[in-house]
Structures are given as structure tokens and as C-alpha cells.
């Protein structure tokens, strides 16, 4: 069975400063890893993916992740935080068994917090 | 536009009274989901739908019931709701096979229950 753990359940930060938010994963075969931001009240949207290839995987708003497969992690970081990047963030992993894609399973979730 | 819609957005009901909560998508996408979310929980997995017709229990299922007669809607029905069911639920697509491994999923936009 697959599955993600988001280690922390708020990471504050400075406006400004670097940010990282922590992601590991357990699956079967090759991982296909994603990360989701969600503003209050609205919905998920797709931040970044890795399906295979360059281990340093850029999105929107600046985001960026590191994939590293010794150590199973999929990092979300960003060089300059903003405020306005403050949300709750979910990692997933999806994991596919040759018969087709499986579903996504998510982590718990993240909060950052970035402080002006 | 690409889109899965929910509705309703918000919905308040009493312990006992079926209801059901749409979910439709223009994408042609075979993998359909509902997540339920909770603080803390974050994204748990309902029901899922390969296709039509072919639907199976996710981690939570208890409680509720889903169809897929056609394959761009899938409901989710709640035949007794209970006050442990009050949530924000979302309805996810995506593709399958080969094509689905490089695809996160779609999202609604999520419908807040609250059932007292």
C-alpha cells in the first residue's frame, strides 16, 4: 500500500526567507509524486508533479520540490517566501500497478505560515 | 473549460435525512473519487469509480453510497447522515491507464456539510 507523511503540521516562516516543506513516501514500483495548495475556503490546486526525469521539479507561484529517491522524500521549497503563500499544503503520491493508474493518496497536510 | 462541479457549495441537514451531493466532470475521465476532509485527518478516500458501473470502497465508506451509471457523473449519497459526517467533502477525476501515472486529479471546488 502506498502512503505520504507530512511530518510537520505547521511550519512558520519569515517573509522573505527560504521555505521547505517536508514530504516522504511509500510506494510500490516507480513514484509519481504531486504536491496541492489550498487557500481558506477553496478547493485543491496542483502546485507541481514528478514523474520521472530532473530531480529538482519547478511549479507555479515560484514553488519548487526536490525529488530524492534514496531517501524517499519529495520536498516542497521555495527560494522567497510570501505572505500570500500562506495556505495548507498536501502531498500525494500515486502509484501505478501496470493494470492502470491508482488512486492518489495524500498526506495529512501542512500548514505554513509565513509572517511579514 | 475543463471542470468537475459540486453541488450544492453548502449544505445543512438534519441527523436521518438523505440526501446527495453531485459530482459531474467534462473531461471524458474514466477514475472518479470522493475524499472527505478533516483537520488534522487531512484528505481521506470514500469511494472510487474505475468506470462505469465498476465503483469500490475507499479507507472511510461507511456511511455512504455512490453510483456511476454514466460516466460523467458520479453522486455521492449519504441514505442517514449523522453528526460524524459533517465535513468538506471533494469529488476528483482523472484518466487511467498509461496516460493517468503522469495526471494528479481535478478537483471540485468541495461541498461543506453540516449535519445537526
Known amino acids: 500500500a502506498q502512503s505520504v507523511a507530512q511530518p510537520e503540521d505547521q511550519v512558520n516562516v519569515a517573509e522573505g526567507n527560504p521555505l521547505t516543506v517536508k514530504c516522504t513516501y511509500s510506494?510500490?514500483?516507480?513514484?509519481?509524486l504531486f504536491w496541492y495548495v489550498q487557500y481558506p475556503n477553496r478547493g485543491l490546486q496542483f502546485l507541481l508533479k514528478y514523474i520521472t526525469g530532473d530531480n529538482l521539479v519547478k511549479g507555479s507561484y515560484g514553488f519548487e520540490a526536490e525529488f530524492n529517491k534514496s531517501q524517499t522524500s519529495f520536498h516542497l521549497k521555495k527560494p522567497s517566501a510570501l505572505v500570500s503563500d500562506s495556505a495548507l499544503y498536501f502531498c500525494a503520491v500515486r502509484g501505478y500497478s501496470g493494470g492502470g493508474a491508482d488512486g492518489l493518496t495524500f498526506g495529512k497536510g501542512t500548514h505554513l505560515i509565513i509572517q511579514p | 473549460e475543463a471542470q468537475v462541479t459540486q453541488n450544492p457549495r453548502y449544505l445543512i441537514t438534519v441527523t436521518g435525512k438523505k440526501l446527495t451531493v453531485t459530482c459531474s466532470q467534462n473531461?471524458?475521465?474514466?477514475?472518479m473519487s470522493w475524499y472527505r476532509q478533516d483537520p488534522g485527518l487531512g484528505l481521506r478516500q470514500i469511494y472510487y469509480?474505475?468506470?462505469?458501473?465498476?465503483?469500490d470502497k475507499g479507507d472511510v465508506p461507511e456511511g455512504y453510497k455512490v453510483s456511476r451509471k454514466e460516466k460523467r457523473n458520479f453522486p455521492l449519497i449519504l441514505e442517514s447522515p449523522s453528526p460524524n459526517q459533517t465535513s468538506l467533502y471533494f469529488c476528483?477525476?482523472?484518466?487511467?491507464?498509461?496516460?493517468?501515472?503522469?495526471?494528479?486529479?481535478?478537483f471540485g471546488s468541495g461541498t461543506r456539510l453540516t449535519v445537526v
Open positions: 476528483a477525476s482523472s484518466p487511467t491507464g498509461i496516460q493517468g501515472r503522469n495526471y494528479g486529479y481535478t
Open positions: 510506494v510500490s514500483g516507480n513514484p509519481y
Open positions: 469509480s474505475m468506470n462505469v458501473e465498476v465503483t
Open positions: 473531461m471524458n475521465h474514466e477514475y
